[in-house]
């Protein structure tokens, strides 16, 4: 069991440096945005990640909101 578990931490730790590398090595290594915000094809087709649709769908007001604010 024991030889299996340091195993496994092996390559987990190898696995993460070698993902590491390029953010490393590189002067200003980033690692890549992953996000759908930073994708520009789908920020200009006005597609957002559910967070963002949501906080928009929040923001908006209701018709009767809308209405109320017209009769006043």
Do not use: Y
């Amino acid at each position: 069991m024991l030889p299996t578990l340091l195993l496994t931490l092996f390559i987990l730790a190898v696995c993460t440096a070698l993902l590491a590398i390029k953010v490393l090595v590189k002067k200003e290594g980033r690692f890549p945005d992953t996000h759908l915000d930073g994708n520009k094809a789908l920020r200009a087709q006005g597609i957002h990640c559910a967070k963002a649709q949501h906080r928009e769908a929040v923001r908006r007001k209701t018709l009767a909101e809308l209405l109320k604010e017209t009769n006043q």
